[in-house]
T-cell receptor
């Protein structure tokens, strides 16, 4: 375990469903990130939160809605997804957003949209 | 827009052989990370390279950074099967310290 826990590990959902991904860390980090990892594509940064404030939205469609209630928890709410959204969703954290702070990644949630 | 390119994308190598993975990036950065990912697992941080000429070694892996050439290398010495994984480089840019990943190199070490 890396210290960043993601649940669930696997998720299959229909295009009309609503589901949420959860990420939790107790490393004392204040920055949290969502990345999308698709087959044969580089990891894509989706959202960044620094001290609970969203600092980056990398042109992510509105069917993905992040939530960061505190520095230890990060959610990704999903609704009306498309099959091309099937991917591995990785959460990461760092001490804070800025140079020199390494990222710790969770194990990811493998999402399949049917 | 920053581009981070790795080559090769796939590498099959025999145990005991040496090889190098290359990571090129398109804009100025003086901080580069190498990660390892096993199938179905998280990304594990291997190295962080902080300045031009930086070299770090851990076991059979050695990473280096040339910021002038915008190039980092990950050298594998006398490969063993346990090194089979996907290796990513990632470059930090901007005041927001955005981490941009390369496409990854899938390494397969065969007996």
């Amino acid at each position: 375990e890396t210290g960043v826990t993601q649940t669930p590990r696997h998720l299959v959902m229909g295009m009309t469903n609503k589901k949420s991904l959860k990420c939790e860390q107790h490393l004392g980090h204040n920055a949290m990130y969502w990345y999308k990892q698709s087959a044969k594509k580089p990891l894509e940064l989706m959202f960044v939160y620094n001290f609970k404030e969203q600092t980056e939205n990398n042109s992510v469609p509105s069917r993905f809605s992040p939530e960061c209630p505190n520095s230890s928890h990060l959610f990704l709410h999903l609704h009306t997804l498309q099959p091309e959204d099937s991917a591995l969703y990785l959460c990461a954290s760092s001490l804070r957003q800025g140079f020199g702070y390494g990222y710790t990644f969770g194990s990811g949630t493998r999402l399949t949209v049917v | 827009e920053l581009k981070v390119e790795q080559n090769p994308l796939f590498l099959s190598m025999q145990e005991g052989k040496n090889y190098t993975i290359y990571c090129n990036y398109s804009t100025t950065s003086d901080r580069l990370y190498w990660y390892r990912q096993d199938p179905g697992k998280s990304l594990e941080s291997l190295f962080v390279l902080l300045s031009n000429g930086a070299v770090k070694q851990e076991g059979r892996l050695m990473a280096s950074l040339d910021t002038k050439a915008r190039l980092s290398t990950l050298h594998i010495t006398a490969a063993v099967h346990d090194l089979s994984a996907t290796y990513f480089c990632a470059v930090v840019t901007g005041t927001a310290s955005k981490l941009t990943f390369g496409t990854g190199t899938r390494l397969q070490v065969t007996l």
